[in-house]
Structures are given as C-alpha cells and as structure tokens.
C-alpha cells in the first residue's frame, strides 16, 4: 500500500466513455430455452440410456411383424413349454434343457423338435413362441399406453386450459368436476368401465383416459392460472390478439414443460393398468398377447418354469424404470432450479 | 484499538454450470471492538459471501480458495466444524435479510429464541425460555410473555425481524453481523430496526458488521464504512471519510445516485451505467473500468493497489497516482468535499 | 376447524350417493344377467329368480330401493355364495386386508421417510444414488410382479415363509413387502425434494448460524418441516396399496376383499361389484378426510387459520 509503482504518464490518458457500448455484453453465448433442455438433458447419463433403452423398445415394437421369429399365436401343442434355448449355444439356462426330476434332460429332444429348432426364449403351454410373443405383447402395451396418453392430452390439456383461461364462474364448475372425478378411485372406474364395455384394446384405453385427464387437466390450469398474469400474456390481450392465437402461440409453447414431463409419468402409469386389467383377466382377451396377459400366463406356471415369468416381467420393469427416469431428467433439464438448490 | 476480527486477503470461487465463478477476489479488512463497520456494494458485489465466509456458511458449490479470517488472532479458517459450531450463535451470530423466510415456520418463536442458549450454555429449558423472554422485550415485542407460544406467521415483517435480531443477539455475540437487515421491510420500521440495533450495541457491547446496498441506512449507523465492487473492496474509511471525501470513482457514483437533504426538486438523480463484469472471467484491469467515466488506459491493464487518502482512509483507483490527471468529480461530490472541508478536513 | 369437518362430511355423503347413482345405473347397462348365461335354467325359473332379487321391477324403482337399502347400511345381496349380504362379506374379509394394507403403509411410509431423509442429507453422493435408485425400483416394479418374485424365492425355494396360507402374522409379511414397495418408493422421492427444498431455505441457515450441528440442523429444524408434506400424499398411497391388494391377496390366496373383488369381476356378481366399489369409495373418501384433517393438526399454519394476530 505504500509504495507507489512506477507507470508511465501516458498510460493515465482518460478513455472517456468512447467504448461504454460493449458494456453490455454477456459473457457466456446465450442459448435459446430448447438448446438449453436439450443440453441439460444430454448431459444427464442416467437420462440419455433411458432414452435409448426407450427407443430401442420402441423401434423393436415398431417392426415385430419383421423381427419376431415366429407367429406369436401360432399354436404348436407337440412344442409346449420349451425352455430357452439359443442356437447350438451351451450356455446354462440357454441351451434347452430342463429339471425333470432332478435329472437335466433336453427338453427339445423329448418333444421330438426338428434339429435346428429354437426358441431364444423358450415356448408356452401352448407352444407359442415367447420371444415373439413378448415383442408383440409389449408392442401393444405401448400402443396401449401411447393411446391413453393421447386420449388424456386431447381432454385434459384443452379443459385445463379453458378452465385456467376462463376463471370464475366456469372455473369453479369444471373444478368441481374435476373433484367429483378424482375422488373417485380410478381403479375402480376403470375396471367398472372394462365390465361395461368389450374387453379389447379401445376399452382399455377409454377406461385409463377416463380418470386419467384429470391429473393433466389440474396441473395445465395451473399453470395456465399463472401464465395468464405475465406481462407478454397480458400484452397480447390488450393488442386484441384472438384467445386461438394467444393460446396456441403463447400458452401452449410455455405449456409445454409441464405437459411433456406429466405425459412421460403418464405412460408408465397406462402401462401398468394395462398389465393390472389383463393380470386380472378383463384386460386384453386371448389369444392376443400383452404384457400382462404374459404375465399373467407366467405366473401360473412361475413354480415349475420360471422363464415364462421372468421375460415379460423384466421387460415391463425395464419399461417402467426407464419412463420414470427419463420421466425425472426432463424435469431436472426444464427446470434446473429443482436439481440445483 | 482492539481489533477483534481480520479478514485477510480473502478468495472465494463458486462452481457453477456455466464454470468457476470468482466472488471474492482478494478482499482485506478488519473490525475494531465496539464498533460498526458497513460494508456497501450492489447487489452481486459479494458483500453477502465475505459475511458468510466469516461463519463459514456458504452454499454448497462455495470455497474458501485463499486467506485468513482471524477471530482474536485465530484463523477461523483452520478451525473444524465442531469449533465453528461453538463459536456461530454464541461468539459470532448473524441476522438474516428477509425476516419472512427465516424463522422456521414449525416452532414456536420462543423456543427459536431459546436455542442458541440451550446449545451453547449449560441451561435448563426453563432458564432459557425465561432468557429467551428477556431478550423478547428487549428486541420490543410487546407482552413477550403471551407470545412465546406463537409461531412465526403470527408476527408482522417487522416483529419477525425483531425475533431474528433477539435469537442473534440471545447470548450475548461478540460480533454481530447484519446481512441487509432492513431491505425487506417499510421505510418506516427499517429506521426503527436500526434505531434498535445502535441501542442493542450500546446495552450488550457488541461489534456490528453491517451490510447494505443502501448509503442512506449507512449513515445512520456506522463507524467505518467499505466499499465493495464486483469481489473487491475499492475504497474504506471513516463515515465521514467515504461521505465526504469519496476518492473511488465508484464511490461517486453510488453517493451521485442518493438523494439527499440539499437535493433540488430540479435536479436529476443519477445512475451508474452499465452492469458489474461477470466473475466467470473477471477483468484484468479495474472491474469497475468499462463502466467509469473516468477510466485511464491503466485501469484496463492492471488492478490499482489502494492508495492511502489519510491515516484510515484508503481508495484503490490510479486517479490517485502521481502521475494521474487532475479530475472534476461530479457536482454533488463537490458539495461534499466543500462540507468536508467546514468538517476541518483536508480534501485531498 | 369444526365447521370445516362437517363441510367435508357433507361432501363425502354427496360424492357417495353420486358413485353409488353412477355404479348403479353402469351395472344396469350390462347386457343380460349372470343367469342368463346359466343354460339349465328354464324361461320359468329365470322369472322366479328375477322376481327374487327385484330385478322384475322398473330400472328406477331398483335404483331407489337400492339407495334405500344403502341409506340403511345395506350393500345388497350377492348373487353367488349362498345369497349372503354384501355387508356379511366384506365383514369377514375386512381384517385380513386392513391388516396387511395397514402393514404395508405404515413400512412403506416409516421407510420412505428413512431412505428420502437419508437421500436428501448425503444429496449427490453415493447414498442418494442408492437410495434414489430404490425408490425408482419401488416405484417401477408392479406389486404384483414383485408378491410372484417373492412368493417364488422366498416361499417356494428358500422356504423362509408360507407359499399361500393366512394364519399368523408371518405369513402376512410377504404380501406386505410387495404392497409396501410403492408407497415406499413413493414417499421416498417425495421426502427427498421436499428436504432438500427444506434445506436450503433460509430458516436452515438460521439454524446453522446458531450453532446447530449439522445433525441439530436436521433433527430440530429439517426432518420436521419436511414430513408435514409427506402427510398430503398418504391419501393417493392408500389407492395403490388397494389397487395392489386386489392381485397381492390373489396371488398369495388371503380371504380379503380385494380377493373377493376379482373373483366378483370374473364371476360376474354385479351387486358384490357394485357393493365393493361403493365400499371401496367409502374407505378413500374417509382416508383423504382424515389426512386433509391431520394436515390442518400438524402444520401450525394451517391450524391456527390464516392470517395472524396483528
């Protein structure tokens, strides 16, 4: 402090305020709100591998009629109950032989199965293909439940928007609504709905989409109720925009955070009434194959064949896991602040 | 004069998302017994850190990358979380900004109060709610009594300051620091939490470090004042000193942007332009150069070290070099070096 | 407070007679009855048995009488097991599942409230991993996968506990791990965002600023403030654990109503279907009143009424 260094004169010569333009320059290069998610989002690992577990699943499903070895209802009785077996692999568990009796015996030999024939996952009682049928099962769980969802965005986001939108008088009614439905344990409307119509896949998703608007309804008005408020919102009211346009350009974009990361705990949610009503016999009818029926089928026979159990049951996990995590990511990428604090 | 606490040379980085934000960049100072020491700064300077550096209450992300903080010759830093336990609440206590937000909405305000005496002193409970009731009535919440028993939303912003303050000041803190105490509340009740913190001091002895962005609260209570911009401190001295003998050209603009009692109707409050560097890459030169009217082609090249104006009186910008042109501060500046002056000062 | 229960009971009446109106006239909309499908029976035989469950009369007087019945506490009659009432029923196969769903909330909530604590206090460790990923788990993996996983290793192979018997407490304790996993994982993430929200909000500085330990912190100021959310989703965990009950009880043959709820559905017993939904609507109405009351009990806040004593 107190020794003043020596510096030349000239370099005390006033810049005035010739350059205070670039003051307000921001450091780091902006991102738009989408760049930003996005970035977020594929920094999160545990996201990303859902994302491509998810999309792998989907693209399989998208092509069983191409993948699937076998026709998943063809019936061959003399092929019942066949364990896994892959190729001329002699891998344990793999390789087509069974506990009888204590003795390991090749189960496909005993059925008299042609040579070369194999089941990578094994048959069931009926002697149907599980591989084939576990791709077309989960095939139309996710139809099931991408259905359901559409169902539930179709009725629960304009609801809740209108209601958000409309206050008042119109808001209390369709609230009240929206109560009386939600107290009402879904479950038990669903499975009132699946007795009342034809068990089926329409069915299944009218009984899912039934409750389910209900959850996206709320958090849509919700937030509609705050959108309403800010400033740009008000501002395109004044100018006389249409309530259309303003919604569509306005609302829906800002919307949009909350509908994807609802639809994302939505699916898995469809996914696993689907497997409850056909676990419990009124979801989809035989022969066709879900993840539940599969279910189902296995565990009859879980005791003494335990594969026809577990392939469907890790696949409906996987499917589970991967949308709910996926489900958090989304959140934590649109909304940072509930990772960071 | 005895100093009781000195901060020296104190480095502070955040880990961000976007990267290592630098908020403290080397700042020095220190707090004499009994006294009131603001530091004052925008929002973002880093007054708040170097406060929470002191008690070690930093965010998560936060690190103490370099210095000392020295608690009677102590250096806190080495201290471990068991010593600094001790010493937070008891020794060292801290009011909180926004009264709203920090008084735990679960507890009665009583046992709030009382908390700080029943970890660090070896009390009954009912000796430290009986305390806790004392120190209520001393802070001015009336029939303190009936109201020990409320929980914290039953209380006004202002009388939930005063809580605050009570469990601050509830055993008796050498050091008291006040992170902009009076920012959340009505003109009205901020001069009366003021009015109540000069009592305290006197009552209880204590040494205040008082936080602001506001040069008016200032006035009102400090012994010293620091000015703190973009992670450093720019210029420090007496009240008098920095009121009317300002020297830093960030001091000029923080008083040119204050309204006072000679303020004409006719003239324009003024405003500093521009906005603080970010401290993801923090300038080479004077922080404050891009925004200074005043700025010289050195200030965009080197730090200025602080010159010394009179014996406490310290200012970092080259203006004060030898070699510096002579500068016309703006006209309120020269109002009050004409009052320094009538002080018997000696304006530089 | 007292004005507010009564609203709430109101309501809970209203909601029941409008389940109970829709549940009717829904089982009215089915096509024929279950005897219809009974080929033995004679058009003479068909009319007399009609005749005895009223199903002779207009839809409308069916519908009051059945609301009738209702107000006086009556269910209706069961087309299967000896004609018992609906009431008789669920009067026999209440314990077992108000046993193990009571098991399953109470370890599910207990253990939730452990691992999300435990999850938000190590937050971004290896502990939060684990602990997050369990609830994932819990969350993800269908009861009824889990009571069959569980049903296969820990019954059937290892023996540790009856494959399907309901007798003493042990072999409740398999139904209830597999029915305790998602409320579990449930309160697990919820306690987790709430305590680390709690966290890091001013009153936790305060605390520190004090002098608390970090453990103080948690104990006196954190675990509070964050579990007095946690009340509001035990509600919505009572509908899983009953969704669930219906295949765990299944699975593992217990005498409880969600047992008898699916062999209802398959067997065609309207008047058992319509007197377990309108039950089951009951039971929920009721769980989400004393919650709501519960709430306004611990959270000085609310119980107090709003505002202040200025």
Same mark, same amino acid.
């Given at each position: ?341 | ?23 403290? &960049? ?61 010493? &937070? ?41 009986? &305390? ?217 | ?310």
């Amino acid at each position: 402090m107190e020794q003043i260094p020596q510096i030349p004169k000239e370099k005390f010569r006033l810049i005035h305020d010739e350059n205070n333009k670039d003051q307000e320059k921001i450091g780091t290069p902006s991102l738009t709100y989408m760049q930003d998610v996005r970035r977020r989002l594929f920094k999160d690992k545990v996201a990303v591998v859902c994302l491509a577990l998810i999309s792998i699943i989907v693209v399989i499903s998208i092509l069983a009629p191409i993948i699937a070895p076998h026709n998943p209802n063809a019936q061959q009785v003399t092929m019942s109950n066949l364990p896994p077996k892959l190729g001329n692999l002699n891998i344990p568990g793999m390789n087509g032989y069974q506990n009888m009796g204590g003795h390991m015996v090749d189960a496909y030999k005993q059925a008299d199965a042609p040579k070369g024939t194999f089941y990578i996952l094994g048959t069931d009682y009926l002697g149907r293909d599980l591989l084939s049928r576990i791709i077309y099962g989960t095939r139309l769980s996710l139809v099931v439940a991408v259905l359901a969802t559409l169902v539930d965005l179709l009725i629960g986001v304009p609801y809740g928007i209108v209601s958000g939108w409309k206050g008042g008088k119109t808001d209390t009614f369709m609230q009240r609504i929206v109560e009386i439905v939600s107290s009402i344990p879904n479950l038990i409307v669903v499975i009132l709905m699946m007795i009342i119509l034809k068990p089926g896949l329409t069915s299944i998703v009218i009984a899912i989409a039934i409750t389910g608007w209900v959850t996206m309804a709320r958090l849509v008005r919700a937030q509609t109720f705050q959108l309403k408020e800010q400033e740009y919102i008000l501002a395109a009211r004044t100018l006389g925009e249409p309530s259309m346009k303003i919604a569509t350009k306005h609302l829906i974009p800002n919307l949009s955070s909350t509908i994807i990361i609802q639809t994302m705990f939505t699916i898995p949610n469809a996914i696993f009434f689907e497997a409850f009503l056909s676990f419990i016999g009124i979801g989809i009818p035989a022969p066709n194959a879900s993840l539940g029926t599969l279910l189902s089928d296995g565990q009859k026979a879980f005791r003494f064949l335990p594969y026809q159990m577990w392939a469907p049951a890790i696949i409906l996990s996987v499917i589970m896991i991967a949308t709910n995590l996926l489900g958090d990511g989304l959140r934590d990428a649109f909304d940072p602040q509930s990772s960071e604090n | 004069m005895d100093k009781i606490l000195e901060v020296k040379d104190l480095h502070v980085d955040f880990d961000t998302y976007n990267g290592v934000v630098h908020a403290i &960049r080397g700042v020095s100072f220190h707090l004499n017994a009994g006294e009131t020491l603001a530091i004052v700064g925008e929002s973002g300077s880093g007054k708040s850190i170097t406060v929470r550096s002191i008690l070690q209450l930093l965010a998560k992300n936060g690190t103490i990358s370099k210095g000392e903080v020295l608690y009677h010759g102590d250096d806190l830093l080495q201290k471990s979380d068991k010593e600094m336990d001790k010493l &937070r609440g008891n020794k060292i206590s801290m009011i909180f900004q926004d009264p709203m937000t920090s008084l735990d909405p679960t507890m009665t305000i009583g046992k709030q109060v009382a908390e700080p005496l029943l970890i660090h002193n070896n009390v009954s409970k009912k000796d430290a709610l009986k &305390r806790a009731e004392e120190v209520l009535r001393l802070v001015g919440i009336p029939n303190p009594q009936a109201r020990m028993n409320d929980y914290p939303h039953q209380f006004s912003g202002g009388q939930r300051q005063r809580i605050v303050i009570a469990i601050a000041i509830v055993d008796y803190p050498e050091i008291l620091i006040a992170d902009e105490p009076t920012t959340a509340l009505d003109v009205t009740v901020q001069a009366q939490i003021i009015d109540l913190l000069k009592e305290l001091q006197q009552k209880i002895g204590t040494s205040i470090i008082f936080i602001t962005h506001d040069l008016g609260v200032v006035a009102g209570i400090a012994d010293r004042v620091a000015v703190m911009y973009a992670g450093r401190l720019v210029e420090f001295g007496s009240v008098n000193d920095i009121f009317y003998n300002p020297q830093h050209p960030y001091t000029w603009g923080l008083l040119d942007s204050m309204p006072t009692l000679d303020t004409n109707e006719s003239d324009r409050l003024n405003s500093i332009p521009g906005t603080p560097p970010n401290l993801l890459n923090p300038p080479k030169g004077d922080a404050f150069a891009p925004r200074n009217a005043y700025a010289m082609e050195i200030d965009e090249e080197q730090q200025p070290p602080f010159f010394k104006v009179s014996k406490h009186h310290y200012a970092a910008t080259w203006l004060l070099h030898p070699n510096a042109p002579k500068v016309t501060p703006p006209a309120s500046i020269l109002n009050r070096f004409e009052k320094f002056k009538k002080l018997g000062g000696n304006v530089k | 407070m007292a004005k507010y229960i009564l609203k709430r009971i109101l309501y809970l009446f209203l909601t029941l007679f409008i389940i109970a109106t829709i549940t009717f006239f829904m089982m009215k909309m089915l096509p024929g009855t279950p005897f219809s499908n009974q080929n033995r029976m004679s058009a003479e035989q068909l009319k007399i048995v009609k005749a005895q469950y009223g199903l002779d009369q207009s839809v409308f007087v069916q519908y009051i009488r059945y609301i009738g019945g209702l107000l006086q506490g009556n269910l209706g009659t069961s087309f299967q097991f000896n004609n018992e009432p609906v009431t008789a029923l669920i009067g026999q196969r209440l314990a077992p599942s108000m046993q193990i769903g009571a098991q399953a909330m109470v370890v599910g909530t207990i253990g939730g409230i452990l691992l999300g604590a435990l999850a938000a206090i190590r937050k971004n460790t290896w502990v939060d991993t684990l602990a997050t990923f369990i609830s994932i788990l819990g969350l993800s993996i269908p009861s009824f996968v889990l009571a069959v996983l569980l049903q296969f290793y820990l019954a059937y192979k290892w023996k540790i506990y009856p494959v399907a018997l309901w007798d003493n407490f042990q072999s409740s304790i398999l139904p209830t791990l597999a029915l305790s996993a998602l409320p579990l994982g449930t309160v697990a993430r919820f306690m987790r965002t709430e305590m680390v929200d709690v966290m890091s909000s001013d009153y936790i500085e305060l605390a520190k600023s004090k002098g608390n330990s970090s453990w103080g912190v948690v104990a006196k100021h954190a675990l509070r403030n964050s579990l007095i959310p946690v009340v509001t989703i035990i509600g919505p965990m009572a509908v899983s654990v009953m969704t669930g009950s219906m295949v765990v009880e299944n699975i593992f043959s217990i005498p409880g109503i969600g047992e008898q709820f699916v062999k209802s559905i398959t067997t065609n017993d309207y008047p058992t279907i319509m007197g377990l939904t309108i039950f089951y609507s009951f039971l929920l109405i009721i769980v989400y009143l004393i919650v709501d009351i519960l709430y306004g009990l611990i959270d000085p806040r609310i119980r107090l009424g709003n505002g202040g004593k200025e």
